[in-house]
């Protein structure tokens, strides 16, 4: 097998999940709409002082980014389960991470547009304004949401084939996303701040060591995960 | 009843004696001492008084969580890699033992810092991960929980077990640069030679009722497969109604 097959495969996985979800578009109507949603009780639990606001805008982008996103990735299996077709897509010939590959692909790109409406009015809802070291803001989105993406899909994969699937999910997932919270958050307010401590470089080399610690043990372990 | 549970009493009756509650009795016993020796020997500390001897079940509760979700880790890699049941059934022992053990740390924790701190819980980074800790011991309980089938149970929390263990020293790291980058909150366990030989037999006494729950808890779940796959049997061979 060489490496071009499997690309194939994983794009091919991924445009198939992508585009059920653009025929229906229910998912991420549904999803982009709940993140705003959670935006607004914020504003409303934290009162419209506009400077408290903006103090606790990177934290509410992040708690309003998982809070959504993670009823997505029980999605992506489900409806694959519904009509009976992940055993057969197991079945075709390649290497299972390849399907979890091509997943995430789709659940990244997912999430990433869910970002690009909720985001944006977070920013007019809270007062931020991200005109200074804005590719560095974004390269700290992207991080984040590859981290919290690789352990979504991942996790999803056990829990959209048990009981209780809609609680699972957050449970096994939200303890494992401390640590991109807390540097997603703390790398966000500390730019937004203007990096005056110089703090948000450690915080995103620590992103940087989560996501590629987790996609690696995420791809190795999938097999484990989906042959059962 | 059926032969094949005949077969399985037969086997735990000649099996040589169990030795496991003798750990047990042993644990208490040094736990006994060791609480006696610590409240006897250490004086009362300058600041706390005698509240420092929460310390003496508090820390050797921590110590012995850590080693338990070390256990589960070890075990739920050699489930992966030889995939024998009893592998899991150790990682779910230790896992429960473990969840027991964060718990308490939390709990004691939060008495002692109510009047040290006078607060019932702070941000502390120790404090934070193992909260974090307990979560992870929560979750990988109740995953076991919502699954029914045993092959997938085990190669699932073996992941889960694996990933979360990884994760520990992250969520360490994460949280220790968010407190101190923010505030320098001072360490209390600044030890006087005085209290650390009560609190290191306390932390034998801990580890030695910590194996004892852990091996207790391994048999009877060996035991109650045991048992399953003997009625499975049965069943196959049309004995199902008399197990």
Known sequence: ?228 | MGVSVDRLVAARVTAPRDPTPWIGVLGIVVLVAAQVYGVISSPPDRDMGHLQKIMYVHVPAAWNAMLAFLVVALASLRYLWKGRPADDLLAASAAEVGALLTGLTLALGMIWGKPTWGVWWTWEPRLTSTAVLFFMFVAYLILRSFVDDFERRAQWSAVVGLLGALNVPIVYMSVRWWRTLHQLQSSPMTLDSSYTWPLRVNAVAVMLLMAFAIVHRYRTAVTEYTADELADHAALRGEGNRV
């Open chain 1, 1 to 228: 097998m060489s490496w071009k097959e499997e690309w194939r495969r994983v794009r091919a996985v991924a445009l198939k999940d992508l585009t059920s979800e653009r025929r229906s578009r229910a998912g991420l109507n549904a999803v982009t709409f709940l993140g705003v949603l959670v935006l607004m009780l914020f504003g409303f639990a934290l009162g419209p002082d506009a400077e408290a606001l903006r103090e606790a805008a990177a934290g509410a982008i992040w708690l309003a980014i998982l809070f959504s996103g993670v009823l997505a990735f029980n999605r992506s299996y489900q409806l694959e389960l519904d009509g009976g077709a992940l055993e057969p897509l197991l079945l075709y010939p390649g290497a299972r991470w390849a399907v979890f590959a091509g997943k995430l692909l789709a659940n990244l790109a997912f999430v990433f547009l869910v970002e690009l409406i909720v985001i944006p009015v977070a920013l007019v809802l809270f007062h931020v304004s991200i005109a200074d070291g804005w590719m560095a803001q974004i390269s700290v989105t992207v991080l984040g949401t590859v981290g919290f993406v690789t352990l979504g899909t991942f996790y999803a994969a056990m829990s959209s084939r048990s009981r209780s699937r809609e609680v699972l999910l957050p449970l096994l997932l939200f303890p494992m996303m401390i640590p991109v919270l807390l540097g997603a958050v703390e790398a966000s307010s500390s730019l937004l701040a203007g990096d005056v401590m110089q703090e948000a470089g450690a915080w995103i080399r620590m992103l940087i060591a989560f996501d590629i610690t987790f996609l690696a043990a995420a791809v190795a372990a999938f097999e484990y995960v989906i042959e059962v």
